[in-house]
């Protein structure tokens, strides 16, 4: 049975956004309401992304949104953290792929690219006519990517790159990828690259078998002695606290996608809970049991929606730190997942079925607990700056 979303705010949260904020986040939510929701279940099952929404997508602006210029909408940070919410209130697979384009792509093209590059990528890319994935994590290189093993060797008009990429979202429908890499000519030092994907020597290969993201594409990479002009350095690149500085633009939005996929879980728990009828034709919600576990759920995602706005707020003040965000995401993904897992249970069997969209959101939810930092990463971020003591 398909039940419709009636939003989510115990706290009177909306008086809190403005009214340009509170347009951005209609907007969002109709086009899921239009757009994803009727297809995302077959999406779900036949493991395809609905690549069909990313020009739509585009003619909203919900690509790069709070880059200026290049014909991004130059939006504030918690504007886009309201797009992700609605859009994971959809699925997290395509709030996967655009924080992809827009914080692991687009951003570092804005901030550590030549003029150049900007102008050849940005727009297309805002539109959605180029697409672009992030190569950081390898096959014995995830959580501790220092490890990378991908080199870039100078030749006398360019690079080479060698070396192989795994769990990349977008990998192979990207036009470019960002590939990090250490560079022999900056002292073995980490480096971003734009590789074109038609290059020779560059190859990526979906995944399969994922029972999580599945309307996302998740690919590994493989540069075989790829040759890349000089120009294709991002300049401004410094090591890895480059590459991590695009990452914390991506587990911002996360800690706000993750929202959208706690309030879909959320509400339709709620609604079944009053439907669903056990024991003196009584409705289930009526259960003390229940009710715990529905006023749980409630709770922690009014706390986690304050916890995003004020990250939102401070990071519009230019006044957010890296720690900032970790906590944001760790929370409100352990939040989300939790939520998830007690809809579930609320709702029985049906809880396992794809009629509802819980057990999808639980699903999904596994992986975004995994990327862009481990749960337990974040809890080791924080642990170092409540301390001062680096426990990694
Ligand atoms: C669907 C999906 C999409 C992804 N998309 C991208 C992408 O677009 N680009 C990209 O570069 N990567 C991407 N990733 C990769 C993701 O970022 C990594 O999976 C993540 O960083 C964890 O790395 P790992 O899987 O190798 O796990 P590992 O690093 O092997 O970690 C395994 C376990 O060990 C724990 N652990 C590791 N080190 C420590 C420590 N010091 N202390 C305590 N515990 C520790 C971790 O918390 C975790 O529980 C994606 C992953 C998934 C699942």
Same mark, same amino acid.
């Given at each position: 049975?398909?039940?419709?979303?009636?939003?989510?705010?115990?706290?009177?949260?909306?008086?809190?956004?403005?009214?340009?904020?509170?347009?951005?986040?209609?907007?969002?939510? *109709?086009?899921?309401?239009?757009?994803?929701?009727?297809?995302?279940?077959?999406?779900?099952?036949?493991?395809?992304?609905?690549?069909?929404?990313?020009?739509?997508?585009?003619?909203?602006?919900?690509?790069?949104?709070?880059?200026?210029?290049?014909?991004?909408?130059? &939006?504030?940070?918690? =504007?886009?953290?309201?797009?992700? *919410?609605?859009?994971?209130?959809?699925?997290?697979?395509?709030?996967?792929?655009?924080?992809?384009?827009?914080?692991?792509?687009?951003?570092?093209?804005? %901030?550590?690219?030549? @003029?150049?590059?900007? %102008?050849?990528?940005? =727009?297309? &890319?805002?539109?959605?006519?180029?697409? /672009?994935?992030?190569?950081?994590?390898?096959?014995?290189?995830?959580?501790?990517?220092?490890? &990378?093993?991908?080199?870039?060797?100078?030749? +006398?008009? /360019?690079?080479?790159?060698?070396?192989?990429?795994?769990?990349?979202? !977008? $990998?192979?429908? +990207?036009?470019?990828?960002?590939?990090?890499?250490?560079?022999?000519?900056?002292?073995?030092?980490?480096?971003?690259?734009? #590789? @074109?994907?038609?290059?020779?020597?560059?190859?990526? @290969?979906?995944?399969?078998?994922?029972?999580?993201?599945? +309307?996302?594409?998740?690919?590994?990479?493989?540069?075989?002695?790829?040759?890349?002009?000089?120009?294709?350095?991002?300049?401004?690149?410094? $090591?890895?606290?480059?590459?991590?500085?695009?990452?914390?633009?991506?587990?911002?939005?996360? +800690?706000?996608? #993750?929202?959208?996929?706690?309030?879909?879980?959320?509400?339709?728990?709620?609604?079944?809970?009053?439907?669903?009828?056990?024991?003196?034709?009584?409705?289930?919600?009526?259960?003390?049991? #229940?009710?715990?576990?529905?006023?749980? &759920?409630? !709770?922690?995602?009014?706390?986690?929606?304050?916890?995003?706005?004020?990250?939102?707020?401070?990071?519009?003040? $230019?006044?957010?730190?890296?720690?900032?965000?970790?906590?944001?995401?760790?929370?409100?993904?352990?939040?989300?997942?939790?939520?998830?897992?007690?809809?579930?249970?609320?709702? $029985?069997?049906?809880?396992?079925?794809?009629?509802?969209?819980?057990?999808?959101?639980?699903?999904?939810? =596994?992986?975004?607990?995994?990327? =862009?930092?481990?749960?337990?990463?974040?809890?080791?971020?924080?642990?170092?700056?409540?301390?001062?003591?680096?426990?990694?």
């Amino acid at each position: 049975m398909a039940l419709k979303f009636r939003g989510f705010d115990l706290v009177e949260f909306d008086t809190l956004l403005s009214e340009d904020e509170q347009l951005v986040r209609s907007t969002a939510r *109709q086009f899921v309401e239009d757009n994803l929701l009727p297809i995302i279940e077959i999406c779900n099952r036949e493991g395809r992304f609905p690549r069909e929404l990313v020009a739509p997508l585009g003619e909203l602006g919900f690509f790069g949104p709070t880059l200026e210029g290049y014909g991004c909408a130059g &939006m504030s940070n918690v =504007e886009y953290g309201l797009i992700m *919410q609605e859009l994971e209130r959809g699925d997290s697979g395509l709030r996967s792929f655009c924080s992809v384009q827009s914080s692991l792509v687009m951003y570092p093209i804005y %901030t550590f690219g030549s @003029e150049e590059q900007k %102008t050849r990528w940005l =727009e297309p &890319m805002a539109r959605g006519t180029k697409l /672009g994935c992030f190569g950081l994590t390898e096959p014995d290189a995830g959580s501790n990517p220092g490890a &990378m093993r991908t080199r870039a060797a100078s030749t +006398a008009d /360019g690079y080479v790159l060698n070396g192989e990429k795994m769990w990349i979202t !977008s $990998g192979s429908i +990207a036009d470019v990828a960002v590939v990090w890499a250490k560079s022999d000519e900056h002292g073995g030092k980490v480096r971003g690259f734009l #590789v @074109e994907t038609d290059r020779p020597g560059f190859r990526a @290969e979906d995944v399969h078998g994922k029972w999580s993201l599945r +309307a996302s594409v998740t690919s590994s990479l493989s540069l075989s002695d790829v040759k890349i002009p000089k120009e294709n350095l991002l300049p401004r690149t410094e $090591g890895l606290k480059s590459a991590l500085m695009c990452l914390n633009q991506a587990r911002y939005g996360i +800690a706000w996608g #993750v929202l959208g996929a706690a309030m879909a879980c959320y509400d339709t728990a709620l609604q079944y809970a009053q439907f669903r009828k056990q024991f003196r034709d009584q409705p289930i919600a009526g259960h003390q049991l #229940v009710q715990e576990k529905l006023v749980w &759920m409630a !709770s922690e995602i009014s706390k986690a929606q304050l916890l995003a706005l004020q990250v939102g707020r401070l990071k519009d003040q $230019g006044k957010a730190q890296h720690f900032h965000i970790s906590l944001a995401k760790r929370n409100n993904v352990w939040m989300a997942l939790e939520c998830a897992r007690m809809a579930r249970d609320i709702l $029985g069997a049906n809880g396992i079925a794809d009629e509802y969209p819980v057990f999808r959101h639980l699903a999904n939810l =596994e992986s975004v607990k995994t990327y =862009e930092g481990t749960h337990d990463i974040h809890t080791l971020i924080l642990g170092a700056a409540i301390t001062g003591i680096d426990a990694f």
